[in-house]
């Protein structure tokens, strides 16, 4: 599977943002999806997750409430709507795929094999 982030840009506080994924590949719907995002001398940071077909979603403490992942699988598609957003959101974000025999959702970087290239989210104060 290969990824491809994009959507980023420039935004005021308080402002939403939709961050698109799409993915390339056999059997997209074999993988569940992440988002993680990394700022510049920090390690990459888990922002969110879903499983293979959506039914499962977890968040990163920092983002709960204000961020929704979604996924297409008809259109090789995972979303992250960003809401409310925060200067502190500021970073490069990557979606990323991970294919288990469960199906399992990750929250670590290590747990994803594959990854795309990351958009920029700059959030002003």
């Known amino acids: 599977v290969q990824l491809q982030a994009c959507g980023g840009g420039l935004v005021q506080a308080g402002g939403p943002l939709r961050l698109s994924c799409a993915a390339s590949g056999l059997a997209f719907s074999g993988y569940a999806v992440g988002w993680f995002r990394q700022t510049p001398g920090e390690e990459r940071e888990f922002v969110a997750t879903?499983?293979?077909?959506?039914?499962?979603?977890d968040y990163g403490d920092s983002v709960k409430g204000r961020f929704t992942i979604s996924r297409d699988n008809a259109k090789n598609m995972v979303y992250l709507q960003m809401n409310w957003l925060k200067p502190e959101d500021t970073a490069v974000y990557y979606c990323a795929a991970r294919w288990t025999v469960t199906g399992a959702i990750g929250t670590s970087v290590n747990a994803y094999q594959n990854w795309g290239q990351g958009t920029q989210v700059t959030v002003s104060s």
């Open positions: 879903i499983s293979r077909v959506g039914r499962v979603t």
